[in-house]
C-alpha cells in the first residue's frame, strides 16, 4: 500500500526553524522525483522545492538560501529544511512522488505550518 506521511510541522515564531519529514513506503523511493509543495488559505497550491534521485534540486525563489531539501534513499523519507522562518512561509505543506518512468503521483496528507510573532 502506498503512502507518503509528512510530519514535523508546527508552530514557529518569526525567524526560527522546523524540519518537515515524509515517509514513503509502497512504491520504489529513487525511481520517483520528490517535492514540496504549499498551499495557503485562499491561495492556490504552490510549487516549493524538488529534488530527483540525481540531487539535482530546484527551489521556488522566494525560499531559495533558506530552505534545503533533501532525500535519503536507504530511509525512503524526504525532508525539507527550513531556516529563517517568515509569516508568509505559513500554510499546509505536502509530499508529492512523481514517477521517472510514468505518470504516476502519489501525495501525503500534509502537516500544518504556522510562522506568527
Known amino acids: 500500500e502506498v503512502q507518503l506521511v509528512e510530519s514535523g510541522g508546527g508552530l514557529v515564531q518569526p525567524g526560527g526553524s522546523l524540519r518537515l519529514s515524509c515517509a514513503v513506503s509502497?512504491?520504489?523511493?529513487?525511481?520517483?522525483?520528490m517535492s514540496w509543495v504549499r498551499q495557503a488559505p485562499g491561495k492556490q497550491r504552490e510549487f516549493v522545492a524538488d529534488?530527483?534521485?540525481?540531487?539535482?534540486?530546484n527551489y521556488v525563489a522566494s525560499v531559495k538560501g533558506r530552505f534545503t531539501i533533501s532525500r535519503d534513499d536507504a530511509k525512503n523519507t524526504l525532508y525539507l529544511q527550513m531556516n529563517r522562518l517568515e509569516v508568509e512561509d505559513t500554510a499546509i505543506y505536502y509530499c508529492?512522488?512523481?514517477?521517472?518512468?510514468?505518470?504516476?503521483?502519489?501525495w501525503g496528507q500534509g502537516t500544518q505550518v504556522t510562522v506568527s510573532s
Open positions: 508529492n512522488a512523481r514517477g521517472l518512468w510514468s505518470t504516476t503521483e502519489y
Open positions: 529534488v530527483r534521485s540525481t540531487g539535482d534540486t
Open positions: 509502497g512504491f520504489t523511493f529513487d525511481d520517483y522525483a
